[in-house]
């Protein structure tokens, strides 16, 4: 649905679900102009968890070696994060991400709902949460498309998170078989950073 409507998105990834049999999703999403992040490794509350450095470099790991991208973003679960947790995110290189729009589409509060939830908590450099997992997202599909002209006719734009933060995604040249024919389709995010692969 946000492929057909153009829309990038930034998708947050609980590590343990991050298998082989989403690995081409993930890759697609990537190719597409999308950005993953990292969602902890199973979702855990964290204020008080004792385990936060493995459940993000569990999910880096899952991530990298299904896609060959590492995240730089992170989002704690259920929002709760303290200094702490900022802290260990930052050591592993992630900035940590909330949000300040959420329709609470997970509870399934009707189409109508979401729609006017966004809408009226839309506002400049709005992050929007949306739930694409945890059961029937019948709702939440239903109501975007909608959600997205609305956005657009109030006169915004659709950017990835590291977009919106100014964030410039590095890319390494990929060559040889490993490649699959996997690399991006289109021009790179204005402020792309370029590496040669290995000759």
Known sequence: MLAANHVPATFFEI?????????????????????????????????????LASQ?????????????????????????????????????????????????????????????????????GAIIETHDGGGDRSQTLAAYPYVIDAIRQRGYRFVTVPQLLGFHTLYRECTGAGCRGEGVHGPLPKGSIVEPGPR
Do not use: K
Not at 15 to 38: F, K, P
């Open 15 to 51: 590590g343990e679900q991050v298998t082989a049999t989403y690995a081409g999703t993930l890759r697609l999403s990537l190719r597409d102009g999308d950005a993953l992040g990292n969602h902890t490794w199973s979702h855990p509350f964290l204020p008080g968890a004792r385990d």
């Open 56 to 124: 993000l470099q569990r999910t880096d790991a899952a991530i990298s070696n299904a896609t060959g991208y590492t995240p730089c973003l992170f989002r704690p679960p259920y929002g709760a994060s303290n200094r702490s947790i900022v802290a260990t995110a930052r050591s592993f290189a992630m900035a940590t991400i909330l949000w300040n729009v959420d329709p609470f589409d997970w509870r399934r509060p009707g189409v109508g709902a979401i729609e006017q939830r966004v809408l009226a908590e839309l506002q400049p």
